[in-house]
């Protein structure tokens, strides 16, 4: 990956096979160069925009960076790769903290493909992971201003969201995860045949977004978040799936 315009590499001399990507909009560029011994070799690509998407967005609710423990990607790397894929709504969802992306992209000067909302992965210990977006960056606050949650349940943390004056909305983040186990329909014990949780103190009627596939297909979730979403719409109840 070489990166988004102008860009460059250093290759030992020899054939080379580049490939030019601009996500699932645009058609490959796919060609053979020969790159010699102390000598530039540019590639020229005119990607043919083949699938039309007006008034259709693409968005990522769920990007970790350097902020969260278990990523090691740098932000301005994230941003140029989600671009060059043909992301246009990329959301900082980093675990316990607030952080903007809007600058980022502006630092790189992809303000014409992308938007950048700042938010955050709101990541309990006890009852799961929800992302959280728009919010506002305080810079003087712990952590961005992260909404805190120690000692409470989830009605009353996702109400405290729900009234924030940036009126963000609220993602439930793997829902199963089963590798981590802070999932939050595992944690409350969801069943979706008859649409009620165990821990009944810690169910909320309100959320209405549900990640169905994180870094998965829907083939290896149809058994679990994507039959748990259709068993919401089953139940007449509005559920956006992301």
């Keep these: 990956v070489l990166g988004i315009g102008p860009g460059g590499c250093t290759l030992p001399p020899g054939d080379y096979r580049v490939i030019v990507s601009r996500g699932y909009e645009y058609e490959l560029e796919d060609s053979m160069v020969t790159i010699a011994a102390d000598a530039t070799t540019e590639v020229a690509a005119s990607l043919r925009h083949s699938v039309d998407t007006t008034g259709v967005m693409c968005a990522d609710y769920h990007i970790h960076t350097t902020r969260s423990l278990d990523s090691e990607d740098d932000a301005r790397l994230k941003v140029a790769c989600l671009v ?14 607030v952080a903007e992306m ?4 502006d630092v790189l000067g992809l303000g014409d493909f992308a938007l950048g909302l700042v938010g955050e992965e709101l990541s309990t210990w006890e009852w799961g992971h929800f992302g959280v977006f728009p919010l506002v960056y305080d810079r003087a606050a712990p952590s961005g201003g992260r909404i805190p949650w120690e000692g409470r349940l989830p ?5 405290d969201v729900r009234a924030r004056p940036e009126d963000p909305l609220l993602v439930v983040n793997h829902p199963l995860a089963g590798s ?13 045949v008859t649409g009620m949780a165990d821990r009944a103190d810690h169910w909320d009627e309100d959320f209405t977004i549900l990640e169905v596939a994180n870094d998965s297909s829907f083939e290896e979730n149809r058994t679990g978040t994507i039959r748990d979403w259709f068993s919401f719409l089953s139940q007449g109840r509005e559920m956006w799936a992301v």
């Design 84 to 97: 060059a894929d043909g992301l246009e709504i990329p959301i900082r969802s980093d675990h316990e903290f």
């Design 102 to 105: 809007q600058p980022v992209i």
């Design 155 to 159: 009605p009353a943390v996702f109400a």
């Design 180 to 192: 981590i186990g802070f999932g939050y329909f595992t944690v409350i014990g969801y069943d979706p």
